[in-house]
């Protein structure tokens, strides 16, 4: 059974750093692709960011990109985003995401949800002073 479990989240001041964490299980995380996305209520969940398979590749949505970075530990199945010069804006509750199929290992339309199968239940980020 696929499973996704986020951590690391919490409450943060401006300018602050969190490293979230997304522990997968059921599956080898080296064939597949993890994107972050993240939900603020009222709004559809955005993409973040995504690590492709195996072969380094990494992509940001414009928010993300100077402040956060992805990055995954194959050994210990466990995907991370690393978020720097937090803002107010970036509250919200994060998720990482997988997907089957002949996209399994890319980061093909990594910023739409519907793109994704299997989510984590999300861990809750909170930027405020």
């Known amino acids: 059974q696929i499973q996704l479990v986020e951590s690391g989240g919490g409450l943060v001041q401006p300018g602050g750093s969190l490293r979230l964490s997304c522990a997968a299980s059921?599956?080898?995380?080296?064939?597949?692709?993890i994107t972050w996305f993240r939900q603020v209520p009222g709004k559809g969940r955005a993409g973040v960011s995504c690590s492709a398979r195996d072969d380094g590749i990494t992509q940001y949505a414009d928010s993300a990109k100077g402040r956060f970075t992805i990055s995954r530990d194959n050994g210990m199945n466990t995907a991370y985003l690393q978020m720097d010069s937090l803002k107010p804006e970036d509250t919200a509750v994060y998720y990482c995401?997988?997907?089957?199929?002949?996209?399994?290992?890319?980061?093909?339309?990594?910023?739409?949800?519907?793109?994704?199968?299997?989510w984590g239940q999300g861990t809750q980020v909170t930027v405020s002073s």
């Open positions: 995401a997988t997907r089957y199929g002949m996209e399994a290992g890319t980061c093909h339309e990594f910023l739409n949800a519907n793109a994704w199968d299997y």
């Open positions: 059921g599956f080898a995380l080296d064939r597949y692709a």
